[in-house]
């Protein structure tokens, strides 16, 4: 069997991985703000500083997926490699950012923003199942998986590159 063979269902998986996070990315774009009640309650500022942050995080993920579907066997690239790590260091300011922003576009106690904040919190869960522990499980096993504080793909491949 050759390494393009055994790789492939690994290639189909890192393929499906990474159109998914582009996808989620396109929705959350998208859906969020059609909302009627985020325009009446006047919160699509915050809302967009909230998605800001998780639309660029979905991205990057979803970038390295197709990255690291090309690049098996082996780890990415080390120009890609120095790309993430710097995008490890630029992501929490980009959090950051976008809570101040949040802070100071808040739309009051409303329906729109429980929607923004759960929107912010999805967006440190995606950084953190990125560049710090894995997350992200099949629902399947997520219980039992979540608590074993994996290291995510994403920081083995940049330790490896």
Same mark, same amino acid.
Request: overall charge positive; cysteine-free; charged content about 15%.
């Given at each position: 069997?050759?390494?393009?063979?055994?790789?492939?269902?690994?290639?189909?998986?890192?393929?499906? =991985?990474?159109?998914?996070?582009?996808?989620?990315?396109?929705?959350?774009?998208?859906?969020?703000?059609?909302?009627?009640?985020?325009?009446?309650?006047?919160?699509?500022?915050?809302?967009?500083?909230?998605?800001?942050?998780? =639309?660029?995080?979905?991205?990057?993920?979803?970038?390295?997926?197709?990255?690291?579907?090309?690049?098996?066997?082996?780890?990415?690239?080390?120009?890609?490699?120095?790309?993430?790590?710097?995008?490890?260091? =630029?992501?929490?300011?980009?959090?950051?950012?976008?809570?101040?922003?949040?802070?100071?576009?808040?739309?009051?106690?409303?329906?729109?923003?429980?929607?923004?904040?759960?929107?912010?919190?999805?967006?440190?869960?995606?950084?953190?199942?990125?560049?710090?522990?894995?997350?992200?499980?099949?629902?399947?096993?997520?219980?039992?998986?979540?608590?074993?504080?994996?290291?995510?793909?994403?920081?083995?491949?940049?330790?490896?590159?």
């Amino acid at each position: 069997m050759t390494d393009t063979d055994r790789f492939e269902p690994l290639r189909r998986r890192f393929l499906s =991985l990474g159109l998914g996070e582009i996808a989620a990315a396109v929705v959350f774009a998208v859906v969020p703000t059609a909302l009627p009640f985020i325009t009446s309650d006047g919160a699509e500022s915050a809302l967009w500083f909230a998605l800001s942050p998780l =639309l660029f995080v979905l991205v990057q993920g979803g970038v390295y997926w197709l990255i690291a579907r090309n690049s098996l066997p082996g780890p990415i690239p080390r120009a890609v490699a120095h790309l993430y790590r710097g995008l490890r260091i =630029l992501d929490p300011i980009v959090l950051v950012g976008s809570a101040i922003g949040i802070a100071v576009t808040w739309p009051g106690p409303s329906v729109s923003a429980f929607v923004v904040v759960v929107v912010w919190l999805f967006a440190v869960a995606e950084y953190v199942n990125y560049f710090h522990i894995r997350l992200s499980y099949p629902w399947a096993v997520w219980a039992g998986q979540v608590g074993r504080w994996s290291t995510p793909r994403l920081l083995r491949d940049l330790r490896r590159a």
